[in-house]
């Protein structure tokens, strides 16, 4: 990958933290170039966006969804300091999203599910993401790994102290809500090491 110029980033502590970046590596590994139309769904300040496109030769039909108003317009700078176009950025809620069914071939959510409690908001979210897929989309959607104890025991204290709302889960978690959209298939990588109790998380990929 190219070095992106990201003088303009806001919020690293959040966005550029040693997990975040390397569940976004982890991605990029992972598809190389993909079908469009793409949605990134809660795409933060656009780093994920400005990485894959920085790194394929064409792009055309790709949007990216926040409800953070600040951060699409850091996403939009991000863009054009890298003299790249930028893609169709749009404040909404990640519930209320204004596309009709089955539009995209590919949808992303990245380092969200993180920030997200309870866990009906999260299969509320994988339900409607999957009803935005195209037959033979795919959804990538990442979680912490709750089996992994430093991780777990960190988010736990974070909680308590009240100093970060985050939240970590095991695959299992995942299952009632894969059968309830009846998807066609999926599978799990592990980010990071893929011994279960040390990968920091993973990538859970829906197909359609």
């Known amino acids: 990958m190219k ?89 909404h809620d990640v519930l209320e999203m ?12 990245l380092n969200t599910l993180v920030n997200i409690h309870p866990f009906d908001k999260i299969e509320q979210i994988i339900s409607e993401l999957f009803c935005l897929l195209k037959s033979d989309g795919n959804l990538y959607i990442d979680f912490r790994n709750k089996s992994n104890p430093v991780i777990n025991a960190r988010y736990k204290k974070n909680i308590k102290t009240k100093t970060l709302s985050t939240f970590a889960h095991n695959k299992s978690d995942f299952d009632n809500i894969l059968k309830k959209i009846g998807a066609k298939s999926h599978r799990f990588a592990p980010i990071g090491c893929k011994v279960p109790f040390v990968a920091k998380g993973y990538l859970l990929i829906i197909r359609k």
């Open 3 to 91: 070095k992106l110029n990201l003088q303009n980033l806001s919020r690293p502590e959040a966005f550029q933290t040693g997990t975040s970046k390397l569940v976004r590596k982890t991605v990029l590994e992972l598809i190389h170039e993909v079908k469009e139309p793409i949605l990134d769904a809660c795409c933060g300040n656009g780093i994920f966006l400005l990485e894959y496109c920085s790194s394929v030769n064409y792009y055309t039909d790709i949007f990216g969804v926040d409800l953070d108003l600040d951060a699409l317009e850091t996403a939009e700078q991000l863009f054009i300091d890298n003299d790249l176009e930028p893609p169709d950025f749009m404040q």
């Open 98 to 109: 204004p596309f009709e069914k089955e539009k995209f071939n590919t949808i992303f959510c």
